[in-house]
């Protein structure tokens, strides 16, 4: 994947970063600071021992090609109509197919002396064959074990007459900004090649997926880099080159890279599976602005705010509520709303987890059983398929329950909550206190309500109790608050 100054991805580019493993430790920052500035002085034993574990990996496709050549005109009834009709593959009208195959190079590394490799998806994505380029000149056809688009994973199975040259992974959350790294790829099919450089960041978020997470770095990378390795100085896995920032399509210094902690556990996953098994919450969140920090009388916006429960889902017995927000899952805390859904999809799936929330202002411990992901995308597919939004029509309004589409149809801010007025008759009474369609009923006589159900009840109580007008605190597209009274007649 390459990236844009826009970051927009390109399939089948990589990300290269070095690391010079020869780098020492200074005690003496004086020291440390003037020989760092030149680097770790040769790379050249560390590179020596891991080149043969990195593989380059070419992969062709067929695509067909649509796109019809124009037929000459000749006059009717020509000696050469025939030779015209068989040269363009045309017979009572019809074109033959036309097809082309497609080539790309990538790569990847041996993590099992076995035949196990790990590349980027994006490399092999939709590839018809799949051929393994080794170090010694050697080349074996791979077939894919498993892929996870989520992360740009894939693990690829060949079968070797002699055992390969395999490497570990390492703790990606043990590296620092400032490290010494290096990245072996195979930039623009040009084969091995070695690049070094530091960490530049981590925990780098470009919007290419859920679990963001990349480690930044300076090293050169280039198309055909997808999928190396990013080593660390003991000659361990501690990222998969994935992404560039590039205007040109060449390195600039600013690539990115799957942390191991996050590559391993999919990995291991499609090994024993052929597939992911995430865990699942069952909720969905938002954002802790400081607005909503201040509301809450929290200290500091941190944590994922609940904006809403998926049916069905593990917490759909009540344990957690909209309106709560988690701080803590599992015993990691949760410093911003993208956190948490990493840190649940590394969980296993039915495993009983500890959920530290805060729910009007106190902190509680909720103990929560995780679903699995993919299960939950699949009820959440179905739900939206087959279910109707409740509605009902109550004093000239017409009501439906809020969800997404309706969300999204009147651009409702995603703090808004409620039942959201979809139509508004003309002449009745809720037209007259200039109430529209997108406006939000948020309480009916200081009672919260959301779904059209509560709004009817509560305002049938309201007339058997004998009052003449019902008092709705109504939410505009912004989330700005006003009290009406419809007289209900």
């Given at each position: 994947?390459?990236?844009?100054?826009?970051?927009?991805?390109?399939?089948?580019?990589?990300?290269?970063?070095?690391?010079?493993?020869?780098?020492?430790?200074?005690?003496?920052?004086?020291?440390?600071?003037?020989?760092?500035?030149?680097?770790?002085?040769?790379?050249?034993?560390?590179?020596?021992?891991?080149?043969?574990?990195?593989?380059?990996i070419?992969?062709?496709?067929?695509v067909?090609?649509?796109?019809?050549?124009?037929?000459?005109?000749?006059?009717?009834?020509?000696?050469?109509?025939?030779?015209?009709?068989?040269?363009?593959?045309?017979?009572?009208?019809?074109?033959?197919?036309r097809?082309?195959?497609?080539?790309?190079?990538?790569?990847?590394?041996?993590?099992?002396?076995?035949?196990?490799?790990?590349?980027?998806?994006?490399?092999?994505?939709?590839?018809?064959?799949?051929?393994?380029?080794?170090?010694?000149?050697?080349?074996?056809?791979?077939?894919?074990?498993?892929?996870?688009?989520?992360?740009?994973?894939?693990?690829?199975?060949?079968?070797?007459?002699?055992?390969?040259?395999?490497?570990?992974f390492?703790?990606?959350?043990?590296?620092?900004?400032?490290?010494?790294?290096?990245?072996?790829?195979?930039?623009?099919?040009?084969?091995?090649?070695?690049?070094?450089?530091?960490?530049?960041?981590?925990?780098?978020?470009?919007?290419?997926?859920?679990?963001?997470?990349?480690?930044?770095?300076?090293?050169?990378?280039?198309?055909?880099n997808?999928?190396?390795?990013?080593?660390?100085?003991?000659?361990?896995?501690?990222?998969?080159?994935?992404?560039?920032?590039?205007?040109t399509?060449?390195?600039?210094?600013?690539?990115?890279?799957?942390?191991?902690?996050?590559?391993?556990?999919?990995?291991?996953?499609?090994?024993?599976?052929?597939?992911?098994?995430?865990?699942?919450?069952?909720?969905?969140?938002?954002?802790?602005?400081?607005?909503?920090?201040?509301?809450?009388?929290?200290?500091?916006?941190?944590?994922?705010?609940?904006?809403?429960?998926?049916?069905?889902?593990?917490?759909?017995?009540?344990?957690?509520?909209?309106?709560?927000?988690?701080?803590?899952?599992?015993?990691?805390?949760?410093?911003?709303?993208?956190?948490?859904?990493?840190?649940?999809?590394?969980?296993?799936?039915?495993?009983?987890?500890?959920?530290?929330?805060?729910?009007?202002?106190?902190?509680?411990?909720?103990?929560?059983?995780?679903?699995?992901?993919?299960?939950?995308?699949?009820?959440i597919?179905?739900?939206?398929?087959?279910?109707?939004?409740?509605?009902?029509?109550?004093?000239?309004?017409?009501l439906?329950?809020?969800?997404?589409?309706?969300?999204?149809?009147?651009?409702?801010?995603?703090?808004?909550?409620?039942?959201?007025?979809?139509?508004?008759?003309?002449?009745?009474?809720?037209?007259?206190?200039?109430i529209?369609?997108?406006?939000?009923?948020?309480?009916?006589?200081?009672e919260?309500?959301?779904?059209?159900?509560?709004?009817?009840?509560?305002?049938?109580?309201?007339?058997?109790d004998?009052?003449?007008?019902?008092?709705?605190?109504?939410?505009?597209?912004?989330?700005?608050?006003?009290?009406?009274?419809?007289?209900?007649?």
């Open positions: 994947m390459l990236l844009n100054t826009v970051l927009k991805p390109v399939r089948a580019v990589a990300i290269v970063t070095a690391l010079g493993v020869a780098a020492v430790h200074f005690a003496d920052f004086g020291v440390r600071s003037a020989q760092a500035a030149q680097g770790p002085e040769s790379v050249a034993d560390l590179a020596e021992q891991l080149l043969d574990s990195v593989v380059n070419s992969t062709s496709q067929r067909s090609n649509n796109r019809r050549t124009p037929r000459p005109r000749i006059p009717d009834g020509s000696p050469f109509q025939d030779f015209f009709d068989e040269f363009f593959g045309e017979r009572e009208g019809e074109q033959a197919p097809s082309r195959r497609v080539n790309s190079l990538g790569s990847g590394f041996v993590i099992d002396k076995e035949g196990v490799i790990v590349t980027n998806n994006h490399v092999i994505a939709d590839a018809d064959d799949i051929e393994i380029n080794f170090a010694d000149g050697s080349k074996l056809t791979a077939e894919v074990v498993g892929a996870d688009p989520k992360t740009d994973i894939a693990v690829l199975r060949v079968k070797p007459v002699t055992p390969l040259t395999a490497v570990p390492g703790d990606s959350e043990t590296i620092r900004i400032g490290d010494w790294v290096m990245a072996i790829g195979n930039p623009f099919g040009l084969g091995g090649t070695v690049t070094t450089g530091i960490v530049s960041a981590r925990g780098r978020d470009i919007n290419s997926g859920p679990y963001d997470n990349f480690i930044q770095t300076d090293a050169a990378i280039n198309r055909g997808s999928g190396g390795p990013l080593f660390n100085q003991e000659g361990e896995v501690i990222g998969v080159n994935t992404a560039i920032i590039s205007p399509g060449g390195s600039i210094g600013i690539g990115f890279a799957v942390p191991s902690d996050l590559v391993k556990s999919v990995v291991e996953q499609l090994i024993e599976f052929g597939e992911t098994r995430r865990g699942w919450l069952g909720v969905r969140i938002q954002p802790v602005t400081d607005d909503i920090a201040e509301s809450l009388d929290m200290k500091e916006a941190m944590g994922a705010l609940v904006a809403g429960i998926i049916k069905g889902g593990p917490v759909d017995d009540g344990s957690i509520q909209p309106g709560d927000v988690i701080i803590r899952f599992d015993g990691q805390d949760v410093e911003d709303m993208r956190d948490l859904p990493r840190i649940v999809a590394e969980s296993p799936v039915g495993k009983e987890v500890e959920v530290v929330i805060i729910r009007k202002g106190k902190e509680e411990t909720i103990s929560v059983t995780l679903g699995r992901l993919e299960d939950g995308e699949q009820l597919a179905q739900a939206q398929q087959t279910d109707e939004p409740e509605t009902a029509t109550v004093l000239g309004m017409e439906a329950e809020l969800d997404d589409a309706l969300r999204e149809k009147y651009e409702l801010s995603e703090n808004v909550e409620g039942v959201v007025i979809v139509n508004v008759e003309e002449e009745s009474s809720a037209a007259e206190k200039r529209v369609a997108g406006d939000v009923i948020v309480e009916v006589a200081q919260a309500v959301k779904s059209p159900q509560e709004v009817s009840d509560r305002v049938k109580e309201l007339k058997d004998g009052r003449r007008n019902a008092l709705l605190m109504i939410a505009n597209t912004i989330g700005e608050l006003r009290f009406v009274t419809v007289p209900m007649r």
